[in-house]
């Protein structure tokens, strides 16, 4: 008998400034997968479908057409509607967070510094068919 196949998970390392979360991931039963871009998880996303995806969110006012580092990913996930994406931001730039948020109302947000307790809680509400503990 085969065991289930366990539920894929991207996470995106850019910037950093967060411990590393794959031992949480696996603990949890993800198959786990760590990119260190967008670009790189791009070609990712198109052999595989996660179930989770972990970013950080860069705001960056001088992007030509877009406000962030996630727009670009989020294009991608608008055809993976079963994929949600937990973003990592830092506090002083919630308000622009929140304004990604309205445009692309199912990401999930853990401000700056984050910690285990808090991702493995917000990944167990996904698990568990809960919303956004933002």
Known sequence: MTAPARPALLAIFELGGYPNFLPLYQRLGFDAELVNSIRKARGWLKK???AVIVAEYNFQSDFRDRSSNLETLLAVLQRMPDTR????????QRARFEALRERFPGVLGIPHPVTEAALEACLRSLCSGGEDLL
């Open 48 to 50: 595989r479908r996660p």
């Open 85 to 92: 994406l937990i973003a990592f931001y830092q506090p002083h």
